[in-house]
């Protein structure tokens, strides 16, 4: 994977897509946690939730393809991409502050993705002061 200013995550709780982005290049890599969670189910009738513990190895992992780029952008359908930006502000901080944004998205197609990633880092650049 070669290194470029920004980086998408998608992740939930079943993989995480990391999708660098350069002016004319994306890389593009998939890592999966160490111990798959299995679909939750609760009873029937029962107010009892469950959440899965959170894989720490698994955003350890996510988190190191991070460390060469220099903004990013970390989406998903449902609670794992905030917890794994709480992760980063606990065990990674340097990563952490690379996050300019954190938001919902379903389940894009890899160019979906990209495209949406891309816009967004487009507006986060206007909304930088510029330098003379």
Known sequence: MSHHYHAVVWIDHHE???IEIGKDEV???HVKPHHPIKHLHT???SNASWRAPEDIKFFKSVAE???PVQEVLVVG???AKTAFVKY???KDPKIAEKVIGVETVDHPTDGQLVHYAKAYFKQADRMLPQLD
Do not use: I, Q
């Open 65 to 67: 393809r991070l460390a």
């Open 88 to 90: 980063l502000h606990k």
């Open 27 to 29: 890389d593009e890599v």
């Open 77 to 79: 359908p449902a609670n």
């Open 16 to 18: 995480a897509r990391v």
């Open 43 to 45: 009873k029937a009738g």
